[in-house]
């Protein structure tokens, strides 16, 4: 079935904090009639109390206070609704069974009970949003995401099955976008067993670029709180700026390093299937945003500087690795049976350092333990926590004079720990200790984007 040219849109967290926001968001979609799928995130706030909710030994009492403070949130938008006596009954209903899960989680912890726990709140965002486009006229139509989103069991970074994924859109979802605009669940899927998965924090973006790839939509809107991707987080300094146009691979590098804007593995499938994603703000769609494409006019040698908290520096070191073949590969033998992801890597004559990325703590009890005696049993190992990685994105920076003395000029005065450069066109990055993050961004961006 072919349609004509369409969008799938996607909206984040606080588009979706209220009433006010979901009628911003619900404006957007009826003013432009090819936004025919919707991909929601839970409203703001409730997936970090789902979080909490979905974690060991919650007491009794602070179940009660959760459930009850994501039941006042989704309650406030649905006061204002025609529907409101039928949208919480359905609410209630969803309340019921995550309490059910989560005096189970409280009994006897479990992976698959944690997904199932934070998939609620895109369960109960994507019903509301459904309605309120209703109320402003458009023909919206909650559908369960994970009837076509079917994944491996991982659970909390669960890996989409595409070719499924492709054969059960084409099926299911497609023929509803003649009449009808969908709204469905990013963030959460659905494994084999019929369990609920999820596929990472900010997962949703992520979500709605492999819809708009299953669904061979034209465009992918990624909607949120600031007006498209600026040269830093605008959080960290007020001189940030908005950029009109980004390529993939530039946006693909600082989603990678930290820009939380994106989930990092949003631009994949757009980039496989040449999708254009656009990035604005909800609240100021008027404002427009930044168009991230395959082929753009400018490409700076400096383009943004992102930022990744929470990093792990691991170095070890050993004499037998000098002129010795087959060290590293029993070092990342280790680091593999463990599941740990490397992230960078420099060598010396006799050391090695790696990094993990480390946002949850886990990888920080992971080093902690197991995995650091079994690599002393082959080296010397130091572990160094609190620490961010920075990295400098653009263009053939691996290529162009001056690059790393402008920037390390710039930082003369902070401690860099490692620096990685010339492994990828687009980017040179470089760790320095967590409390001197921030200022260092400030000093870039002045140095570079001023
Ligand atoms: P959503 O809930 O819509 O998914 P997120 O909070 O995940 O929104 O992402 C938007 C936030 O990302 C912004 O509010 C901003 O603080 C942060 N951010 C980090 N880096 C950048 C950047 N380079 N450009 C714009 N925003 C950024
Ligand atoms: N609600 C999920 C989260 O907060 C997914 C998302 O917002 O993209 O991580
Ligand atoms: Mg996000």
């Known amino acids: 079935m072919s ?19 979901m009628l911003r968001c619900a404006q957007i979609i009826k003013n432009d009639a090819s936004n025919k799928v919707v991909v929601v995130s839970a409203s703001s706030g409730v ?4 979080v909490r909710l979905s974690q060991k030994d919650v007491p009794q009492h602070e179940q009660l206070a959760i459930i009850s403070s994501i039941r006042a949130i989704q309650f406030n938008i649905t006061q204002h609704l025609a ?3 039928q949208l919480n009954f359905q609410i209630d209903q969803l309340l019921n069974e995550l309490s059910e899960f989560s005096n189970a989680q409280s009994l006897n912890y479990c992976s698959r009970i944690a997904d199932a726990i934070l998939s609620f709140g895109e369960q109960m965002s994507s019903r509301i949003f459904a309605q309120v486009l209703k109320s402003v006229g458009v023909n919206g139509e909650m559908f ?3 009837q076509v989103m079917k994944t491996n069991a991982v659970y909390g970074k669960a890996v989409v099955n595409l070719e499924l994924l492709a054969d059960n859109a084409q099926q299911s979802l497609t023929p509803l976008l003649v009449d009808k605009v969908i709204v469905t669940q990013g963030f959460i899927g659905q494994d084999e067993d019929g369990h609920t998965t999820t596929l ?8 709605a670029a492999l819809l708009a790839e299953a669904l061979h939509a034209d465009n992918l809107s990624i909607w949120t709180d600031v007006v498209g991707i600026f040269t830093t987080d605008p959080r960290i300094t007020e001189h940030a700026r908005a950029i009109k146009e980004i390529s993939f691979g530039e946006a693909a590098e600082m989603a990678t390093f930290g820009a939380k804007i994106l989930h990092p593995a949003t631009l994949i499938p757009a980039m496989r299937k040449n999708i254009p994603v656009f990035v604005g703000s909800s609240k100021e769609p008027e404002k427009g945003g930044t168009r991230i494409q395959q082929f753009v006019e400018s490409s ?8 990744r908290r929470e990093q792990t520096l691991v170095t070890v070191k050993s004499p037998a690795m000098l002129h010795a073949s087959g060290f590293l590969a029993q070092v990342f033998g280790i680091l593999a049976k463990h599941e740990l992801s490397v992230d960078l890597i420099t060598t010396s004559e006799i050391s090695v350092a790696l990094t993990f990325d480390n946002p949850t703590g886990s990888t920080q009890a992971l080093l902690n333990s197991t995995v650091v005696e079994e690599l002393e049993q082959l080296c010397e190992v130091t572990v160094e926590h609190g620490l961010s990685l920075i990295a400098v994105i653009g263009n053939k920076m691996h290529r162009s004079n001056g690059v790393g003395t402008s920037i390390f000029e710039t930082i003369s005065g902070i401690n860099v720990r490692m620096i990685c450069h010339g492994a990828s066109e687009h980017n040179l990055c470089f760790l320095v200790d967590e409390k001197q993050a921030n200022e260092t961004v400030e000093k870039l961006h002045n140095a570079l984007f001023s």
């Open 3 to 21: 349609l004509l040219p369409f969008t799938v849109a996607k909206f984040g967290g606080t588009s979706l904090a209220d009433h006010q926001a």
């Open 200 to 207: 990472g924090r900010g997962g949703s973006d992520y979500s």
């Open 47 to 50: 997936t970090n109390l789902l």
């Open 83 to 85: 529907e409101e006596t």
């Open 300 to 307: 700076p040698i400096y383009r943004s500087i992102a930022l």
């Open 144 to 146: 369960d995401v994970r």
